[in-house]
């Protein structure tokens, strides 16, 4: 699956979010999380898999976390 990104920013975020899961410091849930608030979906993901995405906006309580 080729990743297309909501924005470079986002990119850099959920790059660091892997890196975090890798070492251990955020678990698969989490991980999943940052990938709805960062990676855009195309119209065949929506189709695969119905859940709602989360916008830039909502990267905020993923961060929280």
């Known amino acids: 699956m080729s ?3 909501k924005s470079h920013v986002l990119q850099s975020v959920y790059e660091s979010a ?3 899961r ?5 678990d698969d849930a989490t991980l999943r999380e940052f990938e ?5 979906r195309t119209p065949d993901d929506s ?3 119905p859940e ?5 906006d909502d ?3 993923v961060i929280s976390l």
């Open 47 to 49: 189709a695969a898999q």
């Open 59 to 61: 990267l905020h309580s």
């Open 52 to 56: 709602e995405s989360l916008g830039a």
């Open 18 to 20: 892997r890196a975090l």
């Open 36 to 40: 709805q608030a960062c990676i855009a």
């Open 22 to 26: 890798d070492v251990g410091a955020i």
């Open 3 to 5: 990743e297309k990104f």
